[in-house]
């Protein structure tokens, strides 16, 4: 199967070949007045062959949004995958593999040791009951566990 060039990166990344979990740079954009953005794949399964359950996903991205600012102030958004496998992170400023692993790293940590998933009621959020603090740790702490695997993107 040759695919034609897709506009949207992922789609041009053979997901066979990849050996999550991992972190990887999906794209960078400069913006008209000067700014870049960088979005970051961070994998936390491998594709087609596992995925996160949906209140896992739902309560890491609330867990990893509020706790990442805590952190740095670069951070524009932390967003799902529609095919549960991981999240995008996208930051303002040029790519910096080894801050965004340590701010990865310092995120799912403050996870870890969370009480409670922030926002998850029905004011603040869409589906308030539709989460898990126990299975985002699970995730979280699976993801921790591979650390030194995360720069490796290939099989």
């Known amino acids: 199967m040759n695919p034609s060039r897709m506009n949207v990166e992922s789609f041009n990344l053979d997901h066979r070949s990849v050996a999550a979990p991992y972190v990887r740079i999906a794209d960078r954009k400069e913006l008209p007045l000067g700014d ?11 594709p087609n ?5 949906m209140k896992a ?3 890491l991205e609330h867990l990893f949004a509020e706790c990442s600012r805590n952190h740095s102030q670069q951070v524009i958004d932390f967003s799902p995958m529609g095919c549960q496998t991981g999240y995008y992170l ?13 701010l990865i790293e310092a995120t799912l940590t403050d996870v870890l040791q969370a009480t409670e998933v922030p926002a998850a009621n029905e004011i ?4 308030g009951e539709n989460h898990s603090l126990s299975a985002a740790q699970d995730a979280a702490r699976a993801f921790l566990a591979k650390r030194a695997e995360w720069e490796q993107v290939s099989a």
């Open 36 to 46: 870049v953005i960088t979005k970051y794949d961070v994998r936390f399964t491998q």
């Open 49 to 53: 062959v596992a995925h996160l359950e």
């Open 124 to 127: 603040q959020c869409g589906w």
């Open 57 to 59: 996903i739902h309560s």
């Open 90 to 102: 996208i930051l303002q400023g040029e790519p910096n593999v080894p801050a965004v692993l340590d």
